[in-house]
């Protein structure tokens, strides 16, 4: 039985969108002298920066790979309580702290990422 071509695309984003959700959950819980952290810093991208792009693919990518529109919608706004949460472990691991720019430059993320992922997700219906 041959799975159809929008299936296998859904598939594939939401596999991404599960694997990003690990990099976020487990950078954010790292040390600050982890070896990962460290080398994150040497890249001299701005926090907020990271915080924004990473937190906009977070949203995004379940707005355009769930088949329902408004589950993808939900789990993509969902992105902004996963942040929170990030943001509420930070004071309890070494070296780490709740910045009030990183909560921001997440909400900011999430907000631009499901509003973006709208105009994307009629396209691909198109095609």
Request: hydrophobic share 55%.
């Amino acid at each position: 039985m041959e799975v159809s071509k929008p299936l296998k695309v859904s598939a594939v984003i939401l596999f991404v969108w599960f694997v990003l959700i690990s990099c976020v959950v487990i950078g954010s819980l790292l040390p600050a002298t982890s070896s990962v952290m460290v080398a994150v810093g040497r890249l001299h991208i701005n926090d907020k920066v990271l915080h924004f792009c990473g937190y906009l693919a977070l949203s995004l990518l379940p707005v355009i790979g769930f088949r329902d529109r408004r589950r993808g919608i939900v789990a993509g706004l969902s992105m902004f309580v996963l942040g929170i949460l990030m943001e509420a472990a930070q004071p309890f691991l070494p070296g780490r702290a709740v910045e009030l720019g990183d909560v921001i430059a997440n909400g900011a993320g999430v907000s631009c990422g499901a509003l973006l992922g709208l105009p994307i997700r009629a396209c691909i219906a198109i095609l």
